[in-house]
């Protein structure tokens, strides 16, 4: 299983960009996909998901109104538009893949089965 995570990079305050991840290895149709952040000397932080089963899209507080998830079945990828950025957001954002669908489990990182090498975004202000 492989999930390669792409579209980082540097922007400024405001501004946005789009993330994408993409999955490999597994029935994609079957699983939730979730994006998680980690700044510098932090814990590794939920972002957004979407749940396989019902199609729902859950958010950190942080980024509601802000990020949108999505995901193309048919492509096997997930993505995540980010827009308004701060620099607050800057981190890793890894992706990641689990057999869970709820919300409650969805925000767990130890609810997801299967993590991308995650890619960097840096937010300057």
């Known amino acids: 299983v492989q999930l390669q995570a792409s579209g980082g990079g540097l922007v400024q305050a405001g501004g946005s960009l789009r993330l994408s991840c993409e999955v490999s290895?597994?029935?994609?149709?079957?699983?939730?996909a979730g994006w998680f952040r980690q700044a510098p000397g932090k814990v590794r932080e939920f972002v957004a998901a979407?749940?396989?089963?019902?199609?729902?899209?859950f958010y950190a507080d942080s980024v509601k109104g802000r990020f949108t998830v999505s995901r193309d079945n048919a492509r096997n990828t997930v993505y995540l538009q980010m827009s308004s950025l701060k620099p607050e957001d800057t981190g890793v954002y890894y992706c990641?893949?689990?057999?869970?669908?709820?919300?409650?489990?969805?925000?767990?990182?130890?609810?997801?089965?299967?993590w991308g090498q995650g890619t960097q975004v840096t937010v300057s202000s």
């Open positions: 990641a893949a689990s057999g869970y669908y709820t919300y409650s489990d969805l925000t767990s990182n130890i609810k997801y089965d299967y």
């Open positions: 290895g597994l029935t994609f149709r079957i699983y939730s």
């Open positions: 979407k749940s396989y089963r019902s199609g729902s899209a």
